[in-house]
């Protein structure tokens, strides 16, 4: 018996994950099908490292029911102690604390900083890949499969770096052979309906790049109502055409490897007043899409202590949506 | 941990040469949400009870290194992580007086996934907090 067995065996979780006998910490066989729940610690920024430890914010996932299975998880590349280079002892404690806690790594949310050097002579195409296959090594050798891969932007829309293509093509037998995906974040103000999104799909198409690169979409993008902030009560409609329909995401579905499941309200009766979960959620169900819906936080409390009971609100959401109840 | 205040107040303090304060010292922490590679700070600068100090008046100590802010803008390999505060230590002969100070620390960064044309995030932005130097 594994120690990640045991641990589950002691805690009464009796699940088909834990009885497959090849399970081990790395083993993702007897994974349960469909939308999942998983958190982002970026979610509790300002309390890491303030009022928290890594492993505090451990037992909070933790704490969110690991009870049918792991919860997944996404960290930023800085809360790697001596990223980018971390000794193996600190790579040993972290998958402990992922055995013990029952956290899944999903994604590692890293960037290729093209602004390196310059805010006007990005990174040459060279430079970027190396950057990148950094990060994809660093994310096999801590457990993920997923990688947010943020590119720079040269507009307004969040339209990529012109030299994207080259480094990702260069990249794509690295991440195949890493089990790494490299997702950029589609994220609001772009639309769904865009040339942004045409180009992405109309290179994985051309270059047959899935699953090794596609997409993570942030939940921002359906966003209708206003949030409160800067001032504004919000509540307000937004404009159509300022944000994506739910039925936008079907077309992109077999693209989407893993979602940000962005909020930044939720009321005392668990539900998220601005942003329509329960229609995206329904449609991920129909579309048997399988994999997990990390949570983000950016609520106005969030530097406040928020995070933590929003983070929890917004998990009873899910499991209702998920049928977890 | 760190404090939630930028500016730290465990390690203010005088530096000393030959026994004569030659400096001082002020931790600062990075409240952007993830580390920063070296070269893209825009650079640090330091006022205490209204006097200025930038550029090679300061010197940036990361990760047990210290660096000149001329050296930073070249290093693209290591990163100023979240949990570390930065020991900046600035030069001024004579040092502080003992007691209560008024410290502003401004720092900027670049932003790779932000326009430049809307590049807020990370615009040089400014810290201050009473400090109090023991020594």
């Known amino acids: 018996m594994t120690r990640k067995e045991f641990l589950q065996a002691t805690a009464g979780a ?62 930023l590349t800085g809360v790697v102690e001596d990223y980018p280079n ?12 992922c055995a013990k806690y029952h956290v899944k790594p999903v994604e590692f949310g890293h960037w290729v900083d093209s602004k390196l050097y310059s805010e006007t002579e990005p990174l040459n195409t060279k430079e970027s890949y190396e950057q990148l296959v950094q990060d994809l090594r660093l994310a096999n050798r801590l457990g993920f499969t997923c990688a947010r891969t943020k590119l ?14 080259e480094f990702i093509k260069m990249a794509l037998p690295v991440a195949e052979k890493l089990n790494v995906r490299m997702l950029p974040e589609i994220h ?30 942030d939940f921002g993008v359906f966003q209708n109502i206003t949030s409160p902030g800067r001032g504004q009560p919000g509540g307000q409609p937004m404009k159509e055409g300022t944000y994506s329909k739910p039925e936008d995401l079907i077309p992109l579905l077999p693209y989407v490897h893993c979602f940000h499941a962005k909020f930044n309200i939720m009321t005392d009766d668990c539900k998220c007043p601005n942003i329509p979960y329960d229609e995206v959620i329904a449609i991920l169900k129909k579309h048997n899409w399988n994999g997990y819906l990390l949570s983000e936080y950016e609520g106005e409390d969030r530097s406040t202590g928020g995070a933590f009971a929003a983070v929890r609100k917004q998990h009873v959401m899910l499991k209702r949506l998920l049928g977890e109840v | 941990m760190l404090e939630k205040e930028p500016v730290q107040q465990r390690g203010f303090h005088n530096v000393f040469q030959n026994g004569k304060p030659v400096g001082f010292q002020v931790r600062y922490r990075s409240t952007y949400y993830r580390g920063i590679w070296l070269s893209m700070s825009t650079g640090f600068e330091v006022t205490v009870d209204g006097e200025k100090f930038s550029g090679p008046q300061i010197r940036v100590t ?52 932000i326009p430049t044309n809307v590049g807020i995030l990370g615009a040089p932005a400014t810290s201050t907090r009473k400090l109090v130097l023991v020594y």
């Not at chain 1, 399970?23 to 610690?41: I, W, Y």
């Not at chain 1, 890594?54 to 049918?68: G, W």
């Not at chain 2, 992580?81 to 007086?97: D, F, H």
């Open chain 1, 14 to 75: 009796v699940t088909a994950y834990t009885a497959s006998p090849v399970l081990n910490a790395s083993s993702a066989a007897a994974e349960r099908p469909g939308p999942k729940r998983g958190v982002s610690f970026y979610s509790y920024y300002n309390d890491l490292n303030v009022t928290c430890t890594l492993e505090d914010l451990f037992a909070e996932a933790n704490d969110l029911d690991t009870r049918l299975y792991d919860i997944g998880l996404e960290v």
């Open chain 1, 152 to 165: 720079g932007v040269i507009d307004g829309q969040l339209t990529p770096v012109k030299n994207w293509r």
């Open chain 2, 62 to 113: 990361i990760g047990g290194k210290t660096y000149t802010q001329e050296e930073m803008k070249k290093i693209g390999n290591v990163q100023w992580p979240n949990y570390e505060a930065a020991i900046l230590t600035v030069a001024k002969p004579g040092g502080l007086a003992l007691g209560v100070h008024e410290v502003a620390v401004t720092w900027g960064h670049r932003t790779s996934y």
């Open chain 1, 86 to 97: 971390p000794s193996d002892a600190w790579v040993k404690k972290w998958h402990d604390m």
């Open chain 1, 188 to 217: 609001a103000p772009t639309l769904l309906k865009s040339k942004v999104l045409d180009d992405y799909v109309e290179f994985i198409i051309k270059e047959k790049t899935t699953p090794w690169f596609g997409i993570n979409v």
